[in-house]
């Protein structure tokens, strides 16, 4: 059983491997393996990993997640700094976590969770100034942090712990993708004295946070108390402290990194289509003509979920993974041996042009008709059982932030500046200035 019967990418080099073209165009790369196969062989120096191409099988890797466990380079780096937390845990406890997390995000408690989101959406676009030029990246890091916050840990961290722990998240998170493939062979450059230094201090973080919690010995109904409390009914050994911790610091990231890049991106897409940018506009004043926006506001506001669903389709922030075959599995027309590394990316499938039509153009009317979470080759949030847990309160908490912002604010492009998306462990923005603009309601 072998690998070689997979097609090889056009372009390895001796010992390098696709190295180089993964550092000049990643983004191109990667969209460009479909035209080679349904499945392609990429070396990046001496690690060799299976891209999945069509949407079928992206779909089977998705499905059988007991086959294609978590594993392979980006997902252990993941794991590295989130241990067994939801996210990044093995197939055998996966679902054990799933079943326990599930009723933090019932919708009931979900609708709760965006009055407070529209709170701090509230507070963000009130302190913007007229004229100011925002780096909004880092503004829209700062809404979603505070959501998070509020409403999964009750406002539980103190402001200059939520911005230490973001730094230190950054170290991780700002590793690019290509340097990630390698991790497993413990390059120096993945090893420096900053990450572990920031690994510490984030768990040392979040296990301060579940002490002190179950010593207040009070049920806040949040993720927190959750987790807490199904460790007190079932026995500590079910549910170590450790493991806790672990999910503090995963729901806690991804919470503050995925809505934030979905958020950023959609504003740049909008200052690229003025058209839409200018509906957009009329739709919030139409809505939210007497009142900031609420979560009752949702279903009036089908074109800032519309922009949101395309900026996830284009830009999905988690952009690519990695399985590891726990046994020997076919995959398409070929057997795969245990121990392979696969990797599935969202960002590949989105652009695919027999699935999507003009696929690089920002069209947010192409899901008029068809409801992006009904479409199966439309995975921003993965599929499956690994489907991310919280993705309709993402979603909910981008389309408001999204017209709370259009409500207030004209943002338009700051000249000279170039936007370029960064292929690190998430799809990063390098460059976003907007220049802010009061709007009279």
């Known amino acids: 059983m072998s690998l070689r019967t997979i097609p090889l990418a056009a372009g390895a080099l001796p010992v390098l491997g696709h190295l ?17 196969g349904d499945l392609v062989r990429i070396k990046v120096g001496p690690a060799t990993v299976v891209v999945v191409c069509d949407p079928e099988l992206t779909r089977q890797v998705h499905r059988d997640d007991r086959a294609f466990d978590k594993g392979g380079p980006i997902s252990e780096w993941n794991r590295r700094l989130l ?3 939801l996210f990044t845990c093995p197939h055998h406890i996966h679902r054990r976590q799933r079943r326990q997390l599930q009723p933090v995000f019932h919708r009931d408690l979900v609708s709760g969770y965006l009055d407070k989101a529209a709170a701090r959406i509230a507070e963000l676009t009130g302190s913007w100034r007229d004229g100011q030029i925002l780096d909004v990246s880092a503004e829209m890091r700062k809404l979603t942090s505070s959501v998070v916050v509020s409403t999964l840990f009750s406002d539980s961290l103190p402001p200059d712990t939520v911005r230490q722990a973001l730094r230190d998240g950054d170290v991780f998170l700002n590793t690019p993708v290509q340097l990630l493939t390698l991790s497993e062979f413990k390059l120096p450059v993945l090893n420096v004295r900053e990450r572990k230094q920031a690994q510490q201090r984030l768990q040392q973080v979040s296990t301060d946070i579940v002490r002190r ?14 987790l807490i409390a199904d460790a007190d009914d079932q026995g500590a050994l079910s549910s ?8 503090v610091l995963t729901f806690f990231l991804a919470g503050a990194e995925t809505t934030s890049l979905t958020l950023a991106w959609a504003l740049h897409h909008l200052t690229q289509a003025p058209e839409v940018a200018e509906r957009l506009r009329a739709e919030v004043d139409e809505v939210l003509a007497d009142h900031p926006v609420g979560p009752a506001d949702l279903e009036r506001l089908p074109l800032a979920r519309r922009v949101i669903s395309e900026t996830l389709r284009l830009r999905p922030p988690g952009w690519v993974a990695s399985r590891s075959l726990t046994a020997d599995t076919k995959l398409g027309e070929h057997l795969l ?13 989105h ?10 153009r920002f069209d947010p009317d192409r ?5 992006a979470t009904a479409t199966a080759s439309y995975i921003p949030f993965g599929n499956g059982a690994r489907k991310c847990i919280a993705d309709n309160f993402a979603l909910g908490e981008a389309a408001l932030a999204l017209a709370g912002i259009t409500r207030q604010w004209r943002l338009d492009p700051v000249p000279g500046a170039r936007v370029r998306p960064v292929p690190a462990g998430t799809l990063r923005t390098k460059g976003l200035l907007l220049h802010a603009t009061a709007r009279e309601h």
């Open 367 to 371: 899901w008029l008709h068809t409801r």
């Open 213 to 226: 919690h179950r010593a207040g010995g009070r049920d806040r109904h949040d993720l927190l108390s959750t």
């Open 240 to 247: 170590p402290e450790e493991q806790i911790s672990n999910n």
């Open 83 to 85: 241990g067994d937390g």
């Open 337 to 349: 041996p245990a121990g392979t590394n696969v990797v599935v990316s969202p960002y590949l499938i």
């Open 20 to 36: 180089l073209p993964l550092l000049r165009d990643p983004f191109g790369f990667i969209t460009g393996l479909p035209g080679q």
């Open 351 to 360: 652009r695919r042009h027999d699935l999507y039509p003009d696929p690089e």
